[in-house]
């Protein structure tokens, strides 16, 4: 693999509106991340994902952007935004936007200027067809439940959106919207950014001309999820391409991209030496057990199949690139609460599941709170839920016939709103998040779960993702953590997570006993030191058997 600047980094997911408030507006903004980019670089992170912050009516919580030139005037101005830039240069730290293309809002210009006049130059930019007798032109789902389409009133038009109808998809096949879309990417590239997170990038090719598509209807509304038809579409490289041309290659830029359901054989395409983005997100855990139905239907993933997940994944892509690990991120549940069984779950445990993100091959993004082991959200009414994904998923459990508390209860455990709570600071009032009403709940939890009676603890989870961030930037180790092979160890052992990563002149055992009851393990060779741990002691059994405690997850070179 050839050598990248990021490559050895470690990078942080920041939720704007739930990070820090400075102005008691009950919203979080841009200074309140400048204010903490300290307690960042503490923690050990380089690179700063910050979902979006332009200008939006917030329709889905800034994936709806109605300006890309401009900061939405709850998180500041453009001046914070340089303020933030340069701040994070000073600390060498490199900040990301978030980059959402495939749909804008439909309070952008190009849109009013569209549904003004749909046959005209701007009704290009977006997706705008007849209906059919007196129907939607085809029966696409939106994501988010319902028609893809939306009457353009006054006519018999419509226009798609595969999200919300606030979010009106980007006519990609049109040139002009390309071009637009590039220049606004390198207006942000001058102004200092080091790159992008790429939000649902496979969306923007469609599988043309639109009809009616073939496969059965999924769920009672006749519909068919997008998902399927995006297995039609052919030709989103060329896209990709271009885009990749046009913008970040031009920068040496860190990319990730957003990519579902990938084949097998694209993952070259997408993150080779030539690929599209520098890297993408492994979702392989996150949507395994996920029913297609719905949230009220979906599996819970047990310790063995999490393991064989992130496996799956270090062997797919091998040599091919760089993944990048996430344990959750602002569309998931706390990975804690998904990966752990809730019987399980305490201090060791969240240690244990952030050595094995950390140790596995990859680009580890933290997401807000998960260093302090932020968890779900005991909500205990559907009014506490903001988002419309979830109350989407409520409905779809009631027609399916659950009562109101059994599919308030399902939605619960997969609402993305359990990580989209207010980062928990401390324990005065709104856990020091905002002085003001914050904009969603405070998890009831914060007293137990916040920073400050962390920091200042070296056996705090909060200490112990310093120690996995310095691991990776500690010259007798980094090269093995960062480039080394992983490979399986034991993998047929119940409970037991293993893995090698094997570098040049090195070999470092990772071993996690995933239960509460003690395992006792067998080396491929004698321990030579050990390097991590996450309780007090090792215990060895002879000079090639370790007991393992419930959780105990060690790093150790063979
Ligand atoms: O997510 C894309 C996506 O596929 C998700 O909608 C996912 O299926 C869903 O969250 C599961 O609940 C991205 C963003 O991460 C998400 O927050 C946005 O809502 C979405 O794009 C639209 O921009």
Known sequence: MTKKWWHGKVAYQIYPKSFNDTTGSGIGDLKGITQKLDYLKELGIDIIWISPCYCTPFADQGYDISDYYNIDPVFGNMDDMDELLAEAKKRDMYILMDLVVNHCSDEHEWFKKAMANPDGEYGKYFYIEEGKDGKEPNNWRSYFGGSAWEKIPGTDKYYLHLFHKKQPDLNWENEKVRKEIYKMINW?????????????????????????YCYTPDREDGFVQPQKMLKDAVGVGEFLTELKNETFAKHDAFTVGEVFDEREEDIPLFIGENGYFSSMFDFNETIFGKSKNGWYDCSPITPDDYKRCCFETQQRVGDIGMISTIIENHDEPRGVSHYIPSEDLSETAKKFLGT???MLRGLPFIYQGQEIGMENVNFTSMDQIDDISTRDQYKVAINAGLSPDEAFAA?????????????Q??????AGFSTGKPWLMVSPDYKRINVASQINDPDSLLSYYKKLTALRKNPEYAETVVYGKTVPYLPEVERLMAFKRVGDNQTLLVLGNFQTKPQIVKLPSKCKKVVLNNVKNVEFVSDTEIKLEGYQALVIEI
Request: glycine share 4%; aromatic share 14%.
């Open 356 to 358: 094995m993100q950390f």
């Open 188 to 212: 942000w590239f001058d102004k200092g950014l080091a790159g992008f997170r790429i939000d649902a990038i496979i969306n923007i090719k469609k599988a043309l001309p639109i009809i009616d």
């Open 425 to 430: 600071w401390d324990t005065s009032e709104n």
């Open 411 to 423: 939605v619960k455990k997969y609402s993305r709103d359990n990580s989209r709570t207010p980062f």
